[in-house]
């Protein structure tokens, strides 16, 4: 009787992806949301990290790379980032909706940041602005990640990470809402 090779089970777990999502409306032009969103300065501010190497103050823009160090949770952590896309303000105009009505006119911009190396198993966080003529800009942010250590890491994806990335994002949006809005822009950008 010839024995078969036993057949070994291999039992892996899928990383689970965690998409999270804010919006929010500025009073203030595209161009000056967006120069505050890609200005270093600010997002140290509410990262609590600090950048190291690569783009250390200013602007990021198209394949900039930044690596940030500090603590997150009680641990040294280093994080390096890409951005692997940049659109900077532009203006569109859509054909009018219906006959009579003039064209729709806006402008949009967006700008992407992957990790290259640190913590996560994946971490991409898109920007997007968007502001019709007359009216507030839009800043909506799409972030995604995905933890090592299968079931482990869901949990902490879930009931840590999760928690505190949304709460970093809700803060970043007051503080660009609230520098955009009055006068303490001037101090970081030259914009409109």
């Not at 892996?12 to 929010?24: C, D, G, N, W």
């Not at 009505?101 to 968007?130: N, T």
Request: aromatic share 10%; with cysteine; proline share 6%.
């Amino acid at each position: 009787m010839s024995s078969s090779p036993a057949k070994r089970h291999q039992h892996t777990v899928e990383a689970m992806m965690f998409t999270l999502r804010e919006s929010i409306a500025i009073n203030a032009p595209l161009e000056r949301c967006f120069a505050l969103s890609t200005r270093i300065e600010l997002v140290r501010t509410t990262l609590g990290m600090k950048p190291v190497a690569g783009v250390t103050s200013g602007h990021v823009g198209a394949g900039s790379r930044v690596v940030w160090r500090g603590w997150k949770f009680g641990l040294p952590t280093e994080h390096h980032t890409l951005i692997s896309e940049l659109k900077e303000p532009h203006e569109y105009e859509l054909p009018a909706r219906r006959p009579g009505e003039a064209p729709v006119r806006y402008k949009s911009a967006v700008f992407v940041d992957r990790q290259e190396q640190g913590r996560f198993a994946r971490f991409s966080h898109e920007h997007d602005f968007r502001q019709e003529y007359g009216e507030d800009t839009i800043l909506r942010d799409r972030v995604e990640f995905s933890l090592p250590f299968g079931w482990a890491g869901k949990l902490v994806g879930q009931w840590i990470v999760a928690p505190h990335a949304q709460r970093l994002m809700r803060e970043r949006f007051a503080l660009i809402k609230r520098l955009a809005e009055g006068d303490g822009w001037r101090e970081y950008v030259d914009a409109p």
